[in-house]
Protein backbone atom coordinates (compact mmCIF):
# COMPACT_ATOMS: atom_id res chain seq x y z
CA UNK A 1 0.00 0.00 0.00
CA UNK A 2 0.91 3.20 -0.55
CA UNK A 3 0.00 6.96 -0.01
CA UNK A 4 0.01 9.98 -1.67
CA UNK A 5 -0.73 13.48 -1.80
CA UNK A 6 -3.68 15.44 -3.56
CA UNK A 7 -4.31 18.92 -3.91
CA UNK A 8 -7.87 19.76 -5.23
CA UNK A 9 -6.60 23.12 -6.37
CA UNK A 10 -8.52 26.43 -5.80
CA UNK A 11 -9.76 26.59 -9.27
CA UNK A 12 -11.62 23.97 -9.19
CA UNK A 13 -12.83 24.32 -5.56
CA UNK A 14 -14.39 27.46 -6.87
CA UNK A 15 -15.90 25.66 -9.81
CA UNK A 16 -17.69 23.08 -7.31
CA UNK A 17 -15.82 20.04 -8.62
CA UNK A 18 -14.19 18.62 -5.31
CA UNK A 19 -16.80 15.78 -5.24
CA UNK A 20 -16.26 14.65 -8.80
CA UNK A 21 -12.35 14.90 -8.32
CA UNK A 22 -12.63 12.75 -5.11
CA UNK A 23 -14.97 10.42 -6.62
CA UNK A 24 -12.44 9.82 -9.86
CA UNK A 25 -10.11 8.05 -7.40
CA UNK A 26 -12.67 6.50 -5.09
CA UNK A 27 -14.50 4.94 -8.29
CA UNK A 28 -11.08 3.35 -9.07
CA UNK A 29 -10.36 1.52 -5.75
CA UNK A 30 -8.52 4.45 -4.27
CA UNK A 31 -9.17 5.50 -0.84
CA UNK A 32 -9.31 8.43 1.61
CA UNK A 33 -7.22 8.46 4.35
CA UNK A 34 -6.77 11.88 5.61
CA UNK A 35 -9.09 15.24 4.23
CA UNK A 36 -8.73 18.79 5.04
CA UNK A 37 -10.03 21.99 3.66
CA UNK A 38 -7.41 25.22 3.62
CA UNK A 39 -6.40 27.88 2.42
CA UNK A 40 -2.35 28.31 1.48
CA UNK A 41 -0.10 31.09 2.98
CA UNK A 42 2.57 32.32 0.28
CA UNK A 43 5.24 30.70 2.07
CA UNK A 44 3.74 27.59 2.22
CA UNK A 45 3.09 27.33 -1.26
CA UNK A 46 7.24 28.47 -1.97
CA UNK A 47 7.54 25.27 0.41
CA UNK A 48 5.48 22.90 -1.17
CA UNK A 49 6.70 23.97 -4.73
CA UNK A 50 10.24 24.35 -4.03
CA UNK A 51 11.61 21.91 -7.03
CA UNK A 52 9.94 25.12 -9.29
CA UNK A 53 11.37 28.23 -7.72
CA UNK A 54 13.43 29.04 -10.32
CA UNK A 55 11.31 28.12 -13.02
CA UNK A 56 9.45 31.45 -14.79
CA UNK A 57 5.88 30.51 -14.19
CA UNK A 58 6.45 30.21 -10.26
CA UNK A 59 5.36 33.55 -9.51
CA UNK A 60 2.04 32.77 -11.49
CA UNK A 61 1.64 29.39 -9.97
CA UNK A 62 1.92 30.75 -6.23
CA UNK A 63 -0.15 33.31 -7.16
CA UNK A 64 -2.56 30.52 -8.37
CA UNK A 65 -2.60 28.24 -5.40
CA UNK A 66 -2.95 30.83 -3.02
CA UNK A 67 -6.01 32.45 -4.82
CA UNK A 68 -8.49 30.74 -2.81
CA UNK A 69 -8.65 27.83 -0.61
CA UNK A 70 -7.93 24.15 -1.72
CA UNK A 71 -8.64 20.76 -0.58
CA UNK A 72 -5.84 18.21 0.67
CA UNK A 73 -6.42 14.57 0.52
CA UNK A 74 -4.74 11.84 1.41
CA UNK A 75 -5.04 8.91 -1.17
CA UNK A 76 -4.25 5.71 -0.22
CA UNK A 77 -4.09 2.06 -2.15
CA UNK A 78 -1.87 -0.02 -3.91
CA UNK A 79 0.57 1.74 -6.68
CA UNK A 80 -1.44 4.90 -5.42
CA UNK A 81 1.11 7.38 -6.43
CA UNK A 82 1.50 6.57 -9.79
CA UNK A 83 -2.35 5.26 -10.02
CA UNK A 84 -3.69 8.56 -9.48
CA UNK A 85 -0.76 10.30 -11.64
CA UNK A 86 -2.72 8.48 -14.39
CA UNK A 87 -5.98 9.37 -13.53
CA UNK A 88 -4.81 13.30 -13.33
CA UNK A 89 -3.03 13.64 -16.99
CA UNK A 90 -0.35 15.15 -18.40
CA UNK A 91 1.06 18.74 -16.94
CA UNK A 92 0.42 19.65 -20.45
CA UNK A 93 -2.62 18.55 -23.04
CA UNK A 94 -3.96 16.24 -20.97
CA UNK A 95 -6.24 13.65 -22.80
CA UNK A 96 -9.77 13.32 -22.45
CA UNK A 97 -10.94 11.30 -19.97
CA UNK A 98 -8.37 11.89 -17.30
CA UNK A 99 -9.11 14.63 -14.60
CA UNK A 100 -6.94 17.42 -16.19
CA UNK A 101 -7.78 16.31 -19.89
CA UNK A 102 -11.68 17.16 -18.64
CA UNK A 103 -11.67 19.85 -16.44
CA UNK A 104 -8.63 21.88 -16.57
CA UNK A 105 -8.49 25.42 -18.88
CA UNK A 106 -5.30 26.57 -18.60
CA UNK A 107 -1.48 24.88 -17.66
CA UNK A 108 -2.03 26.97 -14.37
CA UNK A 109 -5.23 25.94 -13.45
CA UNK A 110 -5.70 22.48 -13.96
CA UNK A 111 -7.41 21.64 -11.11
CA UNK A 112 -5.19 19.17 -9.08
CA UNK A 113 -2.23 18.06 -7.60
CA UNK A 114 -0.71 14.88 -7.05
CA UNK A 115 2.65 13.55 -5.66
CA UNK A 116 5.21 12.30 -8.55
CA UNK A 117 7.40 10.05 -6.64
CA UNK A 118 7.23 8.09 -3.08
CA UNK A 119 9.74 10.67 -2.27
CA UNK A 120 7.56 13.63 -2.79
CA UNK A 121 4.54 12.28 -1.28
CA UNK A 122 6.34 11.88 2.12
CA UNK A 123 7.66 15.49 1.56
CA UNK A 124 4.56 16.81 0.44
CA UNK A 125 2.04 14.74 3.15
CA UNK A 126 4.47 15.87 6.12
CA UNK A 127 3.79 19.41 4.86
CA UNK A 128 0.02 19.51 4.50
CA UNK A 129 -0.36 16.40 7.33
CA UNK A 130 2.51 16.70 9.88
CA UNK A 131 -0.11 15.31 12.56
CA UNK A 132 -0.98 11.88 10.62
CA UNK A 133 2.57 11.67 9.61
CA UNK A 134 4.28 11.67 12.41
CA UNK A 135 1.74 9.75 14.42
CA UNK A 136 2.51 7.10 11.08
CA UNK A 137 -1.76 6.85 10.41
CA UNK A 138 -2.13 4.23 7.81
P1 LIG B 1 2.56 18.46 -12.34
O1 LIG B 1 1.55 19.20 -11.52
O2 LIG B 1 1.93 17.75 -13.51
O3 LIG B 1 3.44 17.57 -11.51
P2 LIG B 1 4.86 20.25 -12.52
O4 LIG B 1 5.83 20.27 -13.64
O5 LIG B 1 5.30 19.67 -11.21
O6 LIG B 1 3.52 19.54 -13.03
O7 LIG B 1 4.40 21.74 -12.30
C1 LIG B 1 3.67 22.11 -11.14
C2 LIG B 1 2.53 23.00 -11.54
O8 LIG B 1 3.04 24.19 -12.12
C3 LIG B 1 1.61 22.42 -12.63
O9 LIG B 1 0.61 21.57 -12.10
C4 LIG B 1 1.03 23.68 -13.22
O10 LIG B 1 -0.03 24.18 -12.40
C5 LIG B 1 2.19 24.65 -13.15
N1 LIG B 1 2.96 24.67 -14.40
C6 LIG B 1 3.80 23.72 -14.86
N2 LIG B 1 4.34 24.06 -16.03
C7 LIG B 1 3.82 25.27 -16.34
C8 LIG B 1 4.01 26.16 -17.46
O11 LIG B 1 4.75 25.90 -18.41
N3 LIG B 1 3.28 27.32 -17.41
C9 LIG B 1 2.44 27.64 -16.39
N4 LIG B 1 2.26 26.82 -15.33
C10 LIG B 1 2.93 25.66 -15.30
MG1 LIG C 1 4.82 18.08 -10.03
Same mark, same amino acid.
Given at each position: ?21 ? %? ?17 ? %? ?12 ? !? ?11 ? !? ?6 ? /? ?12 ? &????? !? /? &??? /? ?11 ? /???? !? ?20
Amino acid at each position: MEKTLVLVKPDAVERGLCGEIL %RRFERQGLRLAGLKLLHLT %RKQAVEHYAEHRDR !PFFPELLDHITSG !PLVAAIIT /GKDAIARVRRLIGA &TAEAV !P /G &TIR /GDFATSVTANVVH /GSDS !PESAARELALFFPLETTLGAD
